[in-house]
């Protein structure tokens, strides 16, 4: 059985000899197709017939088609479309029966260059009956183009952040709105979905609040934060070590604040082993200055013991020069105990000058081996700095070991020691050959050494030290010798 509705469209879009003429009087007596505004608009202006033939453009259309006018009044919008034909002409019987149309379409031009155009048609009406279609048409070639690229970007972005490595979090108003897997790996929760909704403050602990609110206020301005360190709490209550950056981005339309947070426990671990590692590596290199420091009071010892033993009588000055050598042995030994021993970090409010002079102390029997002598120049009476001791002075027995070999022809090593501002400036001075600048250049790079038993790790794990308590090195050579500074921040008790 025939459609009628079909039949009736179709009769619809065939166009009769006296639409036709309705159609060329109501564009010759219309205004607005002989306005400025018809011809000079920056869209293409047409008008179409009921077989979608055109007869009338503007010259916005001439540009887009890349045909002239005569020619375009020869063609139908069909005769232009590239695809989705039927879909655009089911849309077009539409449009002659009364309805307006809004839709996208792709044409092929004159030169086969490919166009992408937003399109709304209306239908033309006189005295009740559509006689034609005025539309207008569009470029959103490159609008499109660039909303792709948008798209995909986004979806890079998704998958990016998804499948990272770190920890992705973003918070709005100090509330979590985002987390991706590892996020949510890292917080201890079975979810993604367990872990929205939770306020950033509690995944710090309380002491650390000030800060992160700064951190926060300067991502709200538009300002990232620094790679840091921070305990992370999970869900349990766990503490983790973690490093984090707070980025400002926009999330939905909404300012927001990008935390990436990687887990650095392993990490962490593994420095504390490499720093004992050394520190035994330190003490086993100190071991023959230290085997000849004690044997000249243990010498001393056994011959005020001979002595006692060959007499009948005891002399009292004997036995405070022994004292005095077994204490002297003691505090040799509980330095190099000290320094080997493992520690946790063990931060106070030391002097660093009684720091030096320990470590002066420990190193000027091995100087000695080396035909070296080691001097002091203090000029202040104390630099209170907060630190972890032990390891303080495993960077100045690593500097000073380094300039004795750096001697191989003896002469002084000069360890100096000032403030300057709000800072404790040590500096450790040899007379060596020098460092070559490309030996230089690579100084600190982990497992890089020019000694033949070396583990390249000494100076490396020195500058980690220093860094871990907010310091600076510097190291500065030339043909005269080698001198390193070390700068620490005064205490602020």
Not at 178 to 191: D, F, P, Q, R, V
Not at 298 to 315: D, S, V
């Amino acid at each position: 059985m025939n459609d009628p509705w079909k039949g009736n469209i179709m009769n619809i879009t065939r166009t009769t000899s006296k639409q036709k003429e309705k159609l060329e009087v109501f564009i010759e007596r219309s205004g607005f197709f002989k306005q400025p505004l018809f011809e000079e608009h920056p869209e293409g202006y047409y008008a179409l017939d009921l077989d979608g033939r055109y007869v009338k453009v503007n010259k916005v259309c001439e540009e887009y088609t890349e045909y002239t006018k005569e020619e375009l009044y020869q063609l139908t919008f069909e005769d232009l479309l590239l695809d989705g034909k039927e879909k655009i002409t089911s849309a077009f019987k539409k449009i002659v029966q009364g309805d307006i149309q809004k839709y996208e379409c792709t044409i092929k031009t004159k030169n086969h260059q490919i166009l992408e155009l937003e399109v709304t048609n209306l239908p033309i009406i006189v005295d009740d009956e559509v006689i034609g279609v005025y539309g207008t048409a569009k470029d959103v070639t490159q609008f499109n183009q660039q909303q792709a690229l948008r798209e995909e970007n986004e979806k890079l972005h998704h998958s990016l952040v998804e499948h990272s490595p770190d920890g992705i979090i973003i918070t709005q108003s100090d509330v979590l709105v985002y987390a991706n897997k590892e996020a949510s790996i890292l917080l201890g929760a079975t979810s993604k979905e367990a872990v929205i909704g939770n306020h950033i403050y509690e995944l710090f602990p309380k002491e650390r609040g000030e800060m992160l609110v700064k951190y926060l206020e300067n991502a709200e301005k538009g300002l990232p934060s620094s790679l840091h360190e921070e305990k992370l709490i999970q869900m349990d209550g766990t503490k983790i070590d973690v490093e984090m950056k707070i980025i400002p981005t926009i999330f939905k339309g909404e300012k927001a604040s990008y935390f990436i947070i990687r887990d650095i426990t392993e990490k962490k671990l593994a420095h504390e082993v490499m720093i004992n590692s050394e520190k035994l590596s330190v003490a086993g290199q100190l071991a023959a200055g230290i085997a000849h420091e004690i044997r000249n009071p243990i010498t001393a010892i056994k011959g005020f013991l001979q002595l006692m033993e060959g007499g009948n009588l005891y002399k009292q000055e004997y036995f405070p020069v022994i004292s005095a050598e077994i204490n002297r042995i003691e505090l040799i030994l509980s330095e190099l105990l000290a320094l080997a021993k493992p520690q946790l970090n063990n931060f106070k409010h030391k002097n660093i000058i009684s720091i030096l002079q320990h470590i002066v102390a420990l190193t000027q029997s091995q100087a000695i081996l080396h035909n070296i002598r080691i001097s002091t120049e203090f000029h202040i009476k104390q630099g209170i700095v907060f630190c972890d001791e032990n390891k303080l002075k495993q960077v100045f027995i690593n500097f000073i070991k380094n300039a004795i070999e750096a001697m191989k022809d003896g002469g002084t090593i000069t360890v100096k020691a000032k403030q300057v501002e709000e800072h404790i400036v040590v500096e450790v001075i040899d007379e060596g050959k020098g460092i070559p600048k490309e030996v230089l250049d690579k100084i600190g790079t982990p497992f890089f050494t020019t000694k033949e038993n070396g583990t390249g790790l000494g100076v490396m794990v020195s500058y980690e030290i220093i860094k871990h308590h907010k310091g600076e090195v510097k190291i500065d050579s030339d043909s005269r010798g080698t001198s390193i500074t070390i700068k620490l921040p005064t205490s602020k008790r």
